[in-house]
């Protein structure tokens, strides 16, 4: 049954129902509203296929009175119908599963000092959800403090240290060559003689993070440029209009392609005027197909047998509006075999989400910018989410960010 806010009391036998179907009213804050109350020391289930992925936890005046002032659905039911969902939800025959939520993960998202929040759609998630979180950067990386951390996200880092192949069109831009200063002058003070070095460092550091059971995270040009960090390491891959020096020859036969967490057999581009860094991504032509047409599926899986790719496609609809970026989407040809996909573009083999395992930890790549800024350029005006409360393509990234929540338990068990 339905009982309005205005009229709950709070019980022991009643139980609050998130629901993330069509009737939720804003789905990007009840991730904040479940997040929070874990963090809290509460605990809760995560109901895969259930009404959207839906949320069952413990009912508490204070989530009442959050879900309430964030316009966020909650149901409140007694204890014999929660009892009933989840046998429900557990049935053999079903494609649906009760997972466990236990403690909230910590939080980091590595971005430059100085960052906007709407220059990354994760960050500008995180704030509008009420997700708290830290940064961190380069200093923070090298000194070891990924360690306190169970989740990272990766902002739109170059993270083969070509200040984004900018170059070609925004070299004599005020705000690129102070960019370009900024990085420099930090791998200076770091000990390096290049950005490149600096960087590759970092993703040594990043890796580690994952291996020794981290969550990682990237969108845009953080996921591919992460993988042609490892696969170029003791080669030099950049132009010398950025880098001052030239490449190594013969460059794209001696990429080590057993380094990288997901990419290969990708040739890396070394033309300064070409504003991509290999061949991994699906090149933008915004003639080549109508915005209106524009969509990727979400794959689905077996909630029993598969929950971390079930809990990570989560949505209300299965289908998602496309959107561009640096790195919009992946050729499937250059996906290892050892990765699972997510999300692609039907009938025209572009990957849009996927997922591995590193060591005893995982990462998940998701290509483009913004979900609701379909082409995203310099100096667009930020997204604002009160537009977008039930965005399903911000969705997937919430569902990452929620998801070590349930792995703490699976890793018990």
């Known amino acids: 049954m339905f009982i309005g806010l205005s009229s709950v009391e709070s019980t022991a036998q009643n139980r609050v129902l998130i629901p993330m179907d069509g009737s939720q009213t804003n789905h990007l804050k009840a991730y904040g509203i479940i997040f929070n109350h874990l963090n809290e020391g509460e605990t809760g289930q995560w109901l895969l296929n259930y009404r959207g992925g839906s949320f069952l936890t413990t009912e508490s005046h204070d989530i009442v009175r959050k879900s309430r002032i964030r316009n966020v659905n909650i149901e409140i039911i007694p204890e014999s119908q929660a009892s009933q969902i989840i046998g429900e939800v557990e049935n053999p025959g079903v494609n649906m599963a009760a997972i466990n939520l236990e403690a909230a993960p910590n939080i980091a998202v590595y971005t430059p000092p100085g960052s906007l929040p709407w220059d990354d759609a994760v960050t500008l998630v995180l704030d509008y959800a009420e997700i708290p979180y830290d940064t961190v950067y380069d200093r923070e990386v090298l000194s070891g403090e990924l360690s306190e951390y169970d989740w990272l ?65 990237a969108m845009c040009s953080a996921t ?12 030099d891959i950049i132009p010398t209009e950025i880098d001052g020096d030239p490449t190594t020859p013969d460059v794209n036969n001696r990429l080590n392609f057993d380094q990288t967490f997901t990419f290969e ?38 909630a029993k047998w598969d929950p971390v790719p079930t809990m990570l496609t989560q949505n209300h609809v ?8 640096q790195a ?3 050729q499937r040809d250059k996906i290892k075999s050892s990765s699972v996909i997510l999300a692609e ?7 849009k989400y996927v997922h591995g395992n590193y060591g005893t930890g995982t990462f998940t790549f998701y290509g483009g910018h913004d979900p609701e800024d379909y082409t995203h350029r ?27 929540a349930a792995e703490k338990k699976k890793k018990q068990t």
């Open 153 to 217: 996200h990766l902002h739109h880092e170059d993270f083969t240290g070509q200040f984004g192949k900018f170059w070609s069109m925004y070299r004599n831009a005020p705000w690129y060559i102070n960019q370009v200063q900024e990085k420099q002058t930090l791998a200076e003070e770091l000990g390096y003689e290049k950005v490149s070095q600096l960087k590759l460092d970092i993703v040594h550091n990043i890796r580690e993070f994952v291996g020794n059971g981290g969550f990682m995270f």
């Open 265 to 302: 057999n990708f040739s890396a581009i070394t033309d300064p005027n070409e504003y991509e860094h290999s061949t991994i991504d699906i090149e933008v032509d915004l003639n080549r197909i109508s915005e209106s047409l524009d969509y990727f599926t979400l794959f689905d899986f077996s």
């Open 378 to 404: 310099v100096g667009d005006p930020p997204t604002d989410l009160n537009l977008h409360t039930n965005s399903p393509g911000y969705r997937l990234i919430l569902n990452n960010i929620l998801f070590p």
């Open 224 to 235: 591919d440029t992460f993988d042609i960090a490892l696969a170029a390491e003791g080669l």
């Open 318 to 325: 299965n289908s998602i509006r496309g959107f561009y970026g």
């Open 345 to 351: 573009s039907p009938g025209r083999d572009q990957v």
């Open 328 to 330: 919009t989407a992946f």
